[in-house]
């Protein structure tokens, strides 16, 4: 310990006495280069002080440096090369009894001129050699530094992370239970003539827990964990990430066994050759040396390479070959089950209250993958602390999930009382319309409170199980229930908004993969139409084609304009025969902001007498607050 000390003192002592070195002779070259306080003049000025009598001596270099000295004792220098060879001049003037001196550039102080020119850039020599020994290790090679692997090694013992840690994705733990089995006993393996897979491929959408996976398994074998991106082997010198590779191999067998994770694969794995051009040679030479590695070293070694990416389609086939990356899995968005394990995980260690249904939680976040999980209990957490709770409650929950999906709200934006109705009236189409279809998703909030970017109000409608086939029937009530919103602004105030601009764009999305894709279009038969066949990456925006003719690109057109106008048509005749239901849901949604999907249910399902006096008995509706005027 007292040697790691003073090696570690010394280490900084040597660069602190070469700054104060530098410094000081800085200081004494500007020192003596001030010392004489000679004064820059130019040759006119020069003739004037001799015209005015006014020079004591001259000193001539053979340079043509002229330094003169006044009678009140002043220095001056000019540069005057015609005082060197006008002899008849320099002569007039010794006659007038100036005394004239020729000098030798620097004859008599060349001590000085090492100390100010040549000693100064001997130690900055020194120093920065010195420094380039410290940062390539002793190669003395410029540029060694960068060949070093920036891998972050995890010490599994540390920082470790198993797979009780991981929750949603027990068929994937069982395919890992193998790699942990081998890099806990490899000669087990080796005795029954196995060979365990040198690379495994994790792949899927972003958040999904790819990297935490691999942890995991370098927690349950207990062996040390490198982790690097695929961007990191990409430097600015050519042929740095290919020794960065080797390096990164070298110091992983070193320590086997061993996990070599490589993040976003693709950054470095992309097809070589692909598009115009070809590809990047720097990238193209570490993936060559990627591919070596993983083929030359031994199984037998205890080194597993694992790597992820959202974009296994764009990967080099030589590395998805056998005997690389031959094990290829991949990690969906999670179902409700999984959700449910999630959550379950996250809320370790949190105080939450004794009500909190994780399942009701698992079914209000569709779509959302672990990192969304996790950020929304953390939100909730942090909502719950603002407001001083002991526990974090379901609103803090179901907040923090809009929070995620639309953005926080904004009741500090002002908006105008009749955008306030058109909100009110547009998001009231979408809901009674998904309520009323027998296909759509159950309503689960309706709020006209802002919140993110855009968003005026929006209609929440989650589905009660998870769906992996959706019928033509779904995606027809689908589309009917997305142009509620315009439809309702239509019938109510004889005119449109742009606030159904995004519903529009979806819907239009939507009929076009159902006209040319999934084949549910009778005129268009079951054939997938708009296919584009090109290469990928930069040729791919020169060398698409589409598969099908102008006449049937006029036909699919047709036919997509047809589905949209009838559905919309749809829509306008459903809300008008609700229309009193419709108005009644307004008045009470304007003044309360928000109705839950529960309180929405039930008032759909009164009588119109009913929900007229459920409306005018709410001490919090004030009736004429929506006097509309109808065009």
């Known amino acids: 310990m007292a040697d790691n000390k003073k090696q570690r003192s010394g280490s900084f002592l040597g660069p602190i006495l070469i700054y104060f070195f530098l410094a000081l002779l800085i200081f004494i070259s500007i020192s003596q280069l001030n010392r004489t306080n000679v004064l820059e003049i130019n040759y006119t000025d020069l003739m004037n002080?001799?015209?005015?009598?006014?020079?004591?001596?001259i000193q001539i270099d053979v340079s043509g440096l002229v330094q003169v000295k006044a009678k009140n004792g002043q220095l001056f220098q000019c540069y005057a090369p015609t005082l060197v060879f006008d002899q008849t001049f320099v002569r007039a003037l010794a006659n007038d009894g100036i005394k004239i001196e020729y000098t030798k550039s620097s004859a008599g102080s060349w001590w000085i001129t090492l100390l100010i020119y040549v000693l100064p850039i001997v130690i900055l020599m020194f120093f920065w050699f010195s420094m380039l020994k410290r940062?390539?290790?002793?190669?003395?090679?410029?540029?060694?530094?960068?060949?070093?692997?920036?891998?972050?090694?995890?010490?599994?013992?540390?920082?470790?992370?198993?797979?009780?840690?991981?929750?949603?994705?027990?068929?994937?733990?069982?395919?890992?239970?193998?790699?942990?089995?081998f890099l806990k006993d490899p000669k087990g393996f080796s005795a029954l003539g196995a060979r365990i897979p040198k690379g495994i491929l994790l792949a899927g959408p972003p958040g999904t827990g790819k990297t935490l996976i691999a942890r995991a398994v370098a927690g349950e074998a207990n062996v040390p964990f490198y982790f690097m991106s695929g961007s990191d082997f990409v430097e600015l010198f050519v042929g740095?990430?290919?020794?960065?590779?080797?390096?990164?191999?070298?110091?992983?067998k070193a320590n086997s066994p061993a996990i070599i994770f490589i993040d976003e694969l693709d950054a470095v794995g992309r097809q070589r050759g692909a598009g115009l051009g070809g590809g990047h040679d720097e990238r193209e030479q570490t993936l060559n040396a990627l591919l070596v590695e993983m083929d030359g070293f031994d199984p037998r070694e205890g080194i597993v390479v694992m790597a992820a990416t959202n974009r296994p389609d764009v990967l080099d086939k030589a590395l998805l070959r056998p005997g690389r990356f031959d094990k290829k899995i991949y990690i969906d968005v999670p179902d409700l089950k999984a959700r449910e394990e999630i959550i379950k995980v996250h809320l370790r260690g949190k105080r939450i209250a004794p009500d909190i249904d994780v399942?009701?939680?698992?079914?209000?976040?569709?779509?959302?993958?672990?990192?969304?999980?996790?950020?929304?209990?953390?939100?909730?957490?942090?909502?719950?602390?603002?407001?001083?709770?002991?526990?974090?409650?379901?609103?803090?929950?179901?907040?923090?999930?809009?929070?995620?999906?639309?953005?926080?709200?904004?009741?500090?934006?002002?908006?105008?009382?009749?955008?306030?109705?058109?909100?009110?009236?547009?998001?009231?189409?979408?809901?009674?319309?998904?309520?009323?279809?027998?296909?759509?998703?159950?309503?689960?909030?309706?709020?006209?409170i802002p919140r993110g970017q855009a968003a005026l109000g929006y209609t929440?409608?989650?589905?009660?199980?998870?769906?992996?086939?959706?019928?033509?029937?779904?995606?027809?009530?689908?589309?009917?229930?997305?142009?509620?919103?315009?439809?309702?602004?239509?019938?109510?105030?004889?005119?449109?908004?742009?606030?159904?601009?995004?519903?529009?764009?979806?819907?239009?999305?939507?009929?076009?993969?159902?006209v040319t894709q999934l084949g549910m279009s009778e005129k268009i038969g079951p054939i997938a139409w708009g296919e584009e066949v090109?290469?990928?990456?930069?040729?791919?925006?020169?060398?698409?084609?589409?598969?099908?003719?102008?006449?049937t690109a006029q036909e699919i057109d047709s036919e997509i304009k047809s589905y949209i106008l009838s559905s919309y048509e749809k829509a306008k005749k459903i809300l008008s025969n609700n229309r009193e239901r419709m108005d009644l849901l307004a008045i009470y949604l304007y003044n309360k902001e928000e109705i839950s999907g529960k309180e929405f249910s039930e008032m759909m399902e009164m009588s119109l007498e009913e929900l007229k006096v459920y409306v005018m008995n709410d001490e919090e509706v004030n009736v004429k607050s929506l006097t509309i005027s109808y065009a």
């Open 460 to 514: 929440m409608q989650l589905p009660t199980e998870d769906r992996f086939l959706i019928t033509e029937p779904e995606l027809k009530d689908q589309i009917v229930s997305l142009l509620g919103g315009r439809a309702a602004e239509e019938i109510v105030f004889n005119e449109i908004t742009t606030g159904a601009s995004n519903d529009l764009k979806r819907a239009t999305e939507l009929v076009r993969e159902m």
């Open 534 to 551: 090109g290469e990928i990456f930069l040729g791919r925006e020169l060398t698409r084609m589409k598969n099908f003719s102008q006449k």
């Open 240 to 252: 740095v990430g290919a020794a960065r590779v080797r390096d990164l191999f070298r110091e992983a």
């Open 135 to 181: 940062t390539t290790g002793g190669e003395g090679i410029p540029g060694g530094n960068y060949r070093k692997s920036p891998a972050k090694k995890y010490d599994a013992k540390k920082t470790r992370v198993t797979f009780k840690d991981v929750a949603g994705i027990d068929e994937i733990k069982d395919e890992l239970m193998d790699i942990v089995n």
């Open 359 to 448: 399942k009701s939680l698992a079914r209000s976040t569709p779509g959302f993958v672990g990192a969304d999980i996790e950020n929304m209990v953390n939100e909730a957490a942090l909502l719950a602390a603002r407001e001083n709770r002991d526990f974090i409650t379901n609103e803090d929950f179901q907040e923090a999930i809009e929070r995620i999906i639309v953005g926080p709200a904004r009741k500090s934006r002002k908006i105008s009382e009749k955008e306030r109705k058109i909100v009110t009236y547009h998001e009231l189409g979408h809901a009674i319309l998904g309520y009323l279809l027998p296909y759509t998703y159950p309503v689960h909030k309706i709020t006209i």
């Open 49 to 57: 002080l001799i015209n005015n009598d006014f020079i004591i001596s």
